[in-house]
Structure formats: C-alpha cells, structure tokens
C-alpha cells in the first residue's frame, strides 16, 4: 500500500474556506495513493477553542462535501482528519470522516478522549462511544484521534475488533512531540500493528504545532518521518507484516486480561 499523510499547516491569516480549496488540491496531488491522511482539526486549529462553535457543520456539511469530491477525483480512499461536528440534537463532536474511492463516506468516528483537563475541548465537546474500524482491500484501519494516543486500551479493542492498521489525526502540541513519537511506537509495539500518525504544522491559538507525523509499522521501527513544516509524508508498506509479525512473535495470544467486547 502507499500512504500519504499531509501535515497541513493551520495558520489563522489563512481562511478555512481557503484552506478547505488548498487541502482539497492537495488530496488531488495525490492520485495512485491507496490512502490519504489528514490531521485533526485542521479546519478550525485543535487549540482555537473559541471557532468550534462558529466553525462547527452536520456530518454533511461543506468539508464533507469538499472532500468526498477530493477523494473521488483523487480516486483514494481519504481520511479527511477530524471536524468539530454540530449534530442537530446533541453537543459538538470532534469527529472523523473516511471516504472511499468513490467519494462515499465510509466510516465516522467521534473522539472518545478528550482534551483540556475540565478546560477546551474536554467541556465544548461531547465524547464518542463508539469503537471504529474500516475495511480497506488490503487492511482494515482503527480509527483513533490525537489524546487517544495515551490510552492503550482504546487500541486493544480496535485490535480485537480486527484492526490491523491504526491511523491517528491529530493537532499534536511543539512542546509534547517526545511523547508523539514515544506513544506512536508503543501503541505499534503493543498492537503488532502499523500507525499512521498525521499532525498539523504551524502554529495556531498561540500554540505551536509538533508536526513530525510519523508511519511505524508493527515491529515498531520508524518507517518515515516529517519535519516540523507542512509536508507530504509518503511511505509504501505491506500490510501483511502484520499477519507476519503476529505469528512469528505471538504476544498478542498469551493475553491474560481481556477486555469487554467491543461496541460496532
């Protein structure tokens, strides 16, 4: 497979319908790709709390409308990174969108974990519930979004739901980018799987942004890895490591505490 993960820079002198126009020509670009990955967040900035609420759509709202074309033209299927969500009857969501070749949405997940510690995020916005994983012809792909990152058992249960590749958006702060890297690798480590993680560039809401998106594949080796600037990060991998890794060092089988089923 060839994944291509596009680290967007999110700079406020930029507007998002402008940018919505840029990253769609950029998804384009991107044509013979068999995946693209966008960050979290990148119409609004993970850190400007203050635009969720005005820069929140529906599920089938003008980013949804922009990338399912992207995708289609593109002919890829596109993690089109996170929005902030309005559903009709309930909170903000920060929610992920997945498109197919087709320009068909796929797959939607809602942040489970969210950020601020009673602050931001953690208090604008409503938590997912759901675990999500999608099938591609050559991998099937857990859905996670940035904090997530930290918490190990989101991942077990999108390996027991048959998760083989794990792709993570996210607006991943300059100041914590050890961690980034550091928690990339352990969840590929542990899961025997690969990550994809895809963060933003730039600085917004006077928050420098960590960049360095990063592709591990299930043995947790580094397959490449961006700068701190907006980028294109491409990398071609065999999702059948995976099966490879798993059978020739079996840990994953000699699990001693389970966890519950997990919700579809």
Known sequence: MRASLLQIDVNEGETVEARRVRVASLVREQAGADLVVLPELWTTGAFAYEEFGGGA???DGPTHDVMAKAA???GVWLHAGSI??????GPLYNTSLVFSPSGDLAAVYRKIHRFGFDRGEAVLMGAGEDLVTVRLPDTRLGLATCYDLRFPEL???LVDAGAETLVVPAGWPERRRAHWTLLAQ???VENQAFVLACGT???HAGVPQAGHSIVVDPWGEVLAQAGPGEEVLTVDFDPGRVAVTRDRFPALKDRMLGLAPPRR
């Open 186 to 188: 352990a969840r590929a």
């Open 84 to 89: 902030p969500e309005r559903d009709p009857d």
């Open 57 to 59: 759509e529906p599920l």
């Open 201 to 203: 560039a730039g600085s």
């Open 155 to 157: 991942f077990r249960g």
């Open 72 to 74: 289609r033209d593109a």
